[in-house]
């Protein structure tokens, strides 16, 4: 029996890494498998292989996975907030990696209420403290940001840039290991939706199919009732451009100096990452 490979979404928290799955769901080659059940999946062999199984008809599984985003030349792969263990037997698998303005970021963060509160009270502080336990080693790259962070009265606007500065360039890591790694600019995806996705779609060989362009009329796992996934992401809204750049709308003048400190030159970064000026949009 021929068995679907597999591919990984990555990226940092609220890069789009959620939009990039409903659109890829929407081929008919390719099945989606979120957060909700994704880990549980790679950790245990037998699962996995009753999923590759249960979709031998499909040419791929994508997992999308944001929180491991950073772990891949990791031996073990982990998370701070669930029960995830699991061999990382996944170094050779293609990659889809989301890139995202680091403001808009920080400020979808701030926008998402998480069990009553918002995201970014909760989960960048508590993501950063178990790393400083977890891996010295990475924290002692980003030593300087982490003395900021510290002593910043704007600690959760930094625990949430630093989140997203580890997470964005380990993208440099994979690329200078070569792994196989196709990095996608949020930015592009939404504003050049036709290109990127062709690209993509290249990147995974398979041909074009007009569905990847209205993921909003297909029908989607891990959805609520109304459409809402992981994230609060809804599945029924068209790709819409509404979010780039909405961060002045959303930040104050002190956050978005503090997310400066942390990365001072943002679109340079980003277009060195993607390798292409289209980021600067």
């Not at 290249?202 to 909003?216: I, K, R, T």
């Amino acid at each position: 029996m021929t068995h679907p490979k597999l591919f990984f979404i990555l990226g940092c928290q609220r890069s789009g890494t959620t939009l990039m799955r409903y659109i890829l769901e929407s081929h008919s080659q390719i099945s989606c498998i979120d957060e909700y059940r994704g880990y549980s999946l790679l950790q245990t062999s037998e699962l996995l292989n009753q999923e590759l199984q249960k979709n031998s008809h499909k040419k791929y599984i994508g997992f999308k996975l944001p929180r491991i985003t950073e772990q891949l030349l990791n031996s073990i792969l982990t998370d701070v907030d669930i029960d995830f263990h699991a061999i990382n037997n996944f170094k050779n698998t293609q990659l889809i990696f989301m890139v995202r303005n680091i403001f808009d970021v920080v400020s979808s963060m701030k926008t998402l209420i998480d069990q009553n509160n918002m995201w970014i009270k909760t989960w960048p502080e508590k993501w950063l403290t178990f790393w400083m336990e977890k891996n010295p080693t990475l924290m002692n790259e980003y030593e300087l940001e982490i003395d900021y962070w510290k002593n910043s009265k704007q600690k959760n606007v930094v625990a949430a840039a630093i989140m997203w500065k580890i997470k964005t360039l380990s993208l440099q890591k994979y690329k200078k290991e070569q792994m196989n790694v196709l990095p996608v600019s949020y930015e592009d995806l939404v504003i050049n939706k036709i290109n990127t996705i062709h690209h993509v779609l290249d990147f995974l060989d398979l041909s074009w199919e007009d569905s990847v362009l209205s993921h909003e009329k297909a029908s989607h796992v891990e959805v609520d009732e109304h459409g809402i996934g992981i994230g609060n992401n809804d599945s029924t809204k068209p790709i819409f451009t509404k979010s780039v750049n909405k961060y002045s709308q959303i930040l104050t003048d002190d956050e978005i100096s503090e997310i400066t400190k942390i990365v001072p030159e943002n679109q340079k970064l980003i277009s060195d990452l993607i390798g292409t000026k289209n980021s600067e949009q």
